[in-house]
């Protein structure tokens, strides 16, 4: 009675799949476009902290507008959050939970756009500084729309799901390269023993 025995294949050494989990591991182009963006709007955003600075000094040098340089204050303090925000550091995250949500930053981020495009000096003197308010608060109105719009579609959902699998898959590689670490060292130790 002839068995046709069936060959299971061996499992893959442990450098074999240390070297294949390696080479998937690369950098995720969709995780990579994030960060990008988030750059973009953080540069954004801090330009418009110093378009209100430059704003604010106006108006407290000119001492005719009080109000407008109080506001504009307010203005770079909301922005400077948008900017932290962008960095997503664990401890504003922690305590502004709707940070961590898409919608609640593109929020945040039209909120100082408008802010920063309200009560324009048109006086010919300060053209240069209207043309540059408008251009910041512009550009993070659109940085805004874009994170409320890809918010809606739960792109920030799909993001936080792919960070969690990079970190999952980075943790999985350092364990192995300990365990690699320790089998050899377990087999120098038994050779050495045997001799």
């Known amino acids: 009675m002839a068995r046709n025995e069936e060959t299971t294949p061996l499992p893959p050494s442990p450098r074999e799949s240390l070297s294949s989990l390696r080479a998937?591991?690369?950098?995720?182009?969709?995780?990579?476009?994030?960060r990008c963006f988030s750059v973009v709007t953080a540069l954004t955003a801090i330009?418009?902290?110093?378009v209100n600075l430059l704003s604010a000094i106006q108006s407290f040098k000119n001492g005719s507008d009080v109000f407008d340089g109080i506001f504009r204050c307010y203005a770079v303090i909301i922005a400077v959050?948008?900017?932290?925000a962008e960095t997503e550091w664990g401890f504003i995250i922690k305590y502004w939970k709707v940070l961590e949500y898409w919608v609640?930053?593109?929020?945040?981020?039209?909120?100082?756009?408008?802010?920063?495009?309200a009560f324009p000096d048109y006086s010919s003197k300060q053209k240069q500084l209207v043309i540059l308010e408008n251009v910041a608060s512009y550009?993070?109105?659109?940085?805004?729309?874009?994170?409320?719009?890809?918010?809606?579609?739960?792109?920030?959902?799909?993001?936080?799901?792919?960070?969690?699998?990079?970190?999952?898959?980075v943790q999985a590689i350092k364990d192995l390269e300990e365990l690699e670490q320790?089998?050899?060292?377990?087999?120098?130790?038994?050779?050495?023993?045997?001799?």
């Open 24 to 34: 998937r591991s690369g950098p995720d182009l969709f995780l990579v476009v994030c």
């Open 139 to 169: 550009l993070l109105l659109g940085c805004g729309v874009v994170y409320v719009v890809l918010g809606i579609l739960c792109i920030g959902c799909l993001k936080r799901a792919q960070q969690k699998k990079k970190t999952t898959r």
């Open 182 to 195: 320790r089998r050899e060292e377990l087999e120098q130790s038994l050779v050495a023993d045997r001799s």
């Open 104 to 117: 609640g930053r593109g929020m945040l981020q039209i909120f100082v756009a408008v802010m920063t495009r």
């Open 47 to 50: 330009l418009c902290i110093a």
């Open 81 to 84: 959050i948008v900017v932290v």
